[in-house]
Structure formats: C-alpha cells, structure tokens
C-alpha cells in the first residue's frame, strides 16, 4: 500500500452540523471547522482499494476510529502501517486509524430499538460524496462501483434524520461489504439502536444497520456517534 496525501476539503453540504463550521466548531472547542468523518475515512480506504481493487471493495470491509479533529484545508496524509493498518496524521497528529479486512462474517442480528427503515437510491448525492471530497482513485469509474465511504453517510443520514438535534460528532464505524452495488441502485436500510452511555465529551448511540439490495444483503455497518455533546 503507498501513502496519499491531500488538503482535507471541508464539503458544504455538511453545514448543517454545527461543528462543520468556523463558528461552530469553535464553540465545541475546535480551532475551527471541523472535516466530516466520512470525508477523512474515504481518504483513508484509498490506499487499500488502491492496493487490493474490486475484490476488497464487494467482498472486504474496513474499522475506522476518529481520535481527533482535522481542520479545513488542513494537509492530511494517508499512511500504511506495518500491521496494513492505515493511519491518517494532520499537523503532526494522529486523527484517525482504518483496519482493513478481507472477507468479514456476517454480523449478528442486532438487540436493540429498530428505527424507521429507509430507502435509499444511489444517485449521485451519494456516489459522487468521495470525488467532491477528492478522493479520484479511478477504480469506481471504471468498474463501476460504489465507493465504500457511501454506506458511512447513508449511516450518518440515518442518524441525522433519527437521531440528532444540534452539533454532533461521528466516532468510528465497522462496515462489511458483502457484494456488488452500482450507481443507480436501490438499497433498503434497517437499524437499530443497540446501545446509548454517557462519556465525558457526551452521549453517545452506537446503532447497527443491514443495508439490502433486491432483498439481498450488501452491507453491514456499526455505527457510534457522540449525538449530544457536553
């Protein structure tokens, strides 16, 4: 796997969450607006999907952890590690780590508060999140595929619409990939809340999802956020 590097784009679409703003994240205690999750970890899968190509992105899946905040524009580089572990350092910090796997399980089926079902189609609005952050590895257009960072914001989209009123962050999230979707496609998801704690930064839920297309099974996500900050 090589390293990648790039000004880390603060997409305007994420306006709506207050820590995505100057202003905003400085009243959370930022230095200022805060790059989505969602966009960092697309960077990140960039050196996998670069490294190990379709395969990975059907039939793999990734861990990724937020440990800090990357500021608009600010240099961000994308580095494997000797574990294949890929680690994302800006301003000589590490803000984030991606474990790759190959071939994930299935996950169990979740215990918890089912929220609404919600469908989804793949146009552009979600396609198109990786190359408006630019993230341009030409592997999606030319196979055809969905970038793996769009199931991460179908997940945020659910917790938007479910789950949040005010500023809130997005902490880390499990995604398995268990076969082929395309641009165009419909998918089908189904969550539930599995678990709700307190921290010292604020309350966090951590929810599970399937995301299903013609009834079949495609994605798997476990998806913790900080939905009500301290």
Known sequence: MKPWSINAVNLPEHSGNPVHTVKGGMAAGFAGAVVAGTTIAAYMT????????????????????????????EPLTVTPDDDQRIVAHAGGRECASLTPTRNPKPFAAPVGTRLEPRVFKLTDQWTGYAARAG????????????????????????????????????????????????????????????DRFETRSGERAVVQMEMTLNGEPVVHIEHEALVRLF
């Open 46 to 73: 960039r050196p996998v999907a670069e490294a190990w190509g379709a395969d990975w992105v059907t039939a793999g899946g990734y861990d990724v952890a937020f440990h800090g905040p990357v500021l608009a524009d």
């Open 135 to 194: 993230e341009d590895l030409s592997l999606y257009a030319i196979e055809q595929l969905v970038h793996p960072v769009v199931w991460i914001t179908l997940a945020n989209q659910v917790f938007v619409e479910q789950m949040i009123d005010g500023a809130w962050v997005h902490t880390r999230s499990r995604v398995a990939h268990y076969g082929t979707v395309n641009p165009g496609d419909v998918v089908v998801v189904e969550a539930f809340e599995i």
